[in-house]
């Protein structure tokens, strides 16, 4: 779904504001289901056709303890029928948070890795290692992030298209792994540019893009910039702005936004807005990716200074 957005500041400024709802894009319409939703579900998808061709009955993967793909992964694991087992980045802090205890509730088996074993979630040492522990299983890594994802993300831009014609000028989306962002990019081929918002710290988005499109797709893409002044500081930091920015967008729009992702998304969109980045006349279409899960861990752990439930 497609929500054409009212706004004085984007009248004002002669621009266009559409959010795509993909985080009401979940393969089942229950409470459980909708965990599996916007992104992560894109990313999934075709990856649970492939382990399921494949005779895998186990899936395996990689997330903090927060993690929308974490969640996603164990609602996989129970509406389609999958094991799974999620490695955790840190130490296993008693009691569970909201994220890992649903996740233990739908049947992962959780296992928690200090920071610097996370860090070799890609060596096959470390990975054999695990099958050693667990037997065989479908990997998939952090994220979700790998070239089967981008068939889901191209389904998303396609639904995009049928939606909105021409296609908007500038498709804004937030960024972790940036796989979301590459699938975007990929599929849009050139035809309208991608608008990436970092929520990590460190100026690497670019290059894990590049490398991530070239390794899927064999070629490079130019149609896409990254706007990278959104972080807040790094993953999961927040500050008084990014907070009350969220709390009057629900007020105002009544769409809930996250801290983590689409809440940094969004006010990097708005500041642009300001900042005279969009043209007047420019269509501009953000991505609601989902993650609103994440809210209820992180109003445990903040208290309660989201003014709306998840
Ligand atoms: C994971 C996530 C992202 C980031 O996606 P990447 O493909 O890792 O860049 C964005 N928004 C939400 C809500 C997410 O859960």
Request: with cysteine; aromatic share 12%; proline share 4%.
């Amino acid at each position: 779904m497609i929500q054409t957005i009212e706004s004085i500041p984007f009248s004002r400024a002669g621009v266009q504001l559409h959010i795509k709802r993909d985080d009401h894009f979940y393969p089942v319409e229950s409470e459980a289901g909708r965990l599996l939703c916007g992104n992560k579900w894109r990313k999934l998808k075709h990856n649970l056709t492939e382990a399921r061709l494949k005779g895998y009955d186990t899936l395996l993967t990689f997330g903090g303890a927060f993690s929308n793909h974490i969640a996603a992964t164990a609602t996989a694991g129970v509406l389609f029928g999958f094991k799974t087992i999620g490695i955790i980045r840190g130490d296993e802090v008693s009691p569970l948070n909201h994220t890992l205890r649903v996740a233990q509730s739908h049947g992962m088996n959780l296992r928690f890795v200090s920071r610097a074993r996370y860090r070799q979630k890609s060596r096959p040492d470390f990975l054999q290692s695990l099958r050693v522990d667990y037997g065989d299983f479908y990997l998939i890594p952090e994220g979700g992030s790998n070239c089967l994802a981008m068939a889901g993300l191209a389904e998303m831009t396609d639904e995009i298209a049928e939606q909105i014609f021409p296609l908007p000028d500038w498709i804004c989306v937030a960024a972790g792994t940036g796989g979301t962002a590459a699938g975007i990019i990929a599929a849009l081929a050139g035809r309208s540019n991608v608008l990436v918002i970092p929520v990590l710290k460190g100026g690497f988005m670019r290059q894990e893009i590049e490398a991530y499109l070239f390794r899927c797709m064999g070629r490079r893409f130019n149609n896409w910039q990254i706007a990278d002044e959104y972080h807040f500081g790094g993953y999961g930091k927040y500050d008084r702005n990014l907070i009350d920015f969220i709390n009057a967008f629900y007020d105002t729009y009544q769409i809930p936004l996250d801290p983590v992702y689409t809440g940094k998304m969004m006010y990097g969109v708005f500041d642009l807005l300001n900042k005279s980045f969009f043209a007047p006349g420019t269509q501009v279409l953000a991505i609601h990716t989902g993650g609103l899960q994440g809210n209820i861990g992180f109003q445990e752990k903040n208290g309660k200074i989201l003014t709306f439930d998840y």
